[in-house]
């Protein structure tokens, strides 16, 4: 383990439980995010003032970010990580993103004397706290063994793809499935509701069936109290983010030639819920979207 801290880019959602992850692990560590407070209140973290500090400090950076616009500001900005002189030093990008995104980053950190490896992680909150993410590496070799040892510590399963742009093409590909599901389950539901099942016990059925996914356990009881009560409960994944990767899918998609009609009638029905004022709601609920019970007109 570098003697270092490691720096954290990005302390949201996902960035805030790997930083208490490899707190808990007693990494000390070199934390920047946009909204300061956010950063706070972290064992053996301190806060720096931009991202160029976190780069100047470090021999591993973790860049966790929302999107491209994020990812534009924090390594382009007159502060950013590019700012910094990257020799010696491994930057690794975990947002979902495009392979061409995370291309042009790695020429641009090259250019500064830095590595490069993309690893964005299969999983949510909870994992990222326990260690068990899965990580979709794509770099050298050189930028894969820098790195590995920091987030070993956060993974249950870490795979070398490949070069830069692997990574962001197999997260897309891991997460395609997992954006469908959502989508047939509310009509998989709606099937059954038309001949008057019951809703939340349709629903502990299909969770209960071959059908189901992994993550259909924790997640079909938030989506039986939005049916019963209309209440979208808390946010593990938002859909503006779904829509933001289903977006990436068939961008890649289109511009390799390859088949997408299903991700695409999905990313439909998604933006339609945002429109309507579904856009902060978890991404699990969106195959309820437009849901008529028996008898009721829509």
């Known amino acids: 383990m570098t003697a270092q801290p490691v ?35 972290i064992a053996g973290a301190t806060v720096a003032a931009t991202p160029r500090d976190v780069a100047q400090g470090c021999d591993v950076i973790l ?23 990257l020799t010696g030093r491994v930057v690794v990008e975990m947002a979902t993103t495009s392979p061409g995104t995370v291309q042009s980053l790695a020429a641009a950190v090259n250019a500064r004397g830095g590595l490069f490896l993309e690893c964005p992680v299969s999983g949510n909150v909870v994992p990222a706290r326990a260690g068990r993410l899965m990580g979709l590496a ?40 997992l954006m469908v599901y959502w989508s047939a389950l509310g009509e998989a539901l ?13 629903l502990d059925i299909l969770g209960d069936s071959s059908g189901a996914i992994g993550a259909a356990k924790s997640r079909i009881p938030p989506i039986a109290a939005m049916v ?11 859909l503006t983010n ?16 390859q088949p997408h009609a299903v991700i695409a009638a999905v990313l439909a029905k998604a ?11 978890d991404n699990a ?8 019970a028996k008898g009721e007109t829509a």
């Open 63 to 85: 860049s966790i970010l929302a999107n491209d616009d994020a990812i534009a500001a924090i390594y382009h900005g007159d502060a950013g990580l590019l700012a910094a002189d």
């Open 190 to 202: 709606a099937l059954a509701m038309a001949q008057g099942v019951d809703p939340e016990l349709a």
């Open 285 to 292: 609920l969106a195959g309820t979207f437009g849901l008529r």
């Open 242 to 257: 779904a829509i933001k990767d289903m977006r990436l899918m068939t961008d890649l998609a289109q511009s390799t030639g």
């Open 138 to 177: 794509g770099g050298t070799e050189a930028a894969f063994d820098a790195a590995r040892p920091v987030l070993d510590l956060l993974m249950r399963r870490l795979e070398h793809l490949g070069p830069v742009g692997t990574g962001a093409a197999m997260k897309l590909a891991v997460n395609l499935p």
């Open 7 to 41: 720096g954290i880019v990005g302390v949201g959602n996902m960035g805030r439980p790997i930083a208490e992850r490899l707190s808990e692990q007693g990494v000390p560590l070199l934390l920047w995010n946009r909204t300061a407070d956010r950063a706070q209140g």
């Open 271 to 281: 933006e339609a819920a945002a429109a309507s004022g579904w856009a902060d709601y």
């Open 228 to 238: 019963r009560t209309g209440d979208p409960g808390t946010v593990s994944f938002t």
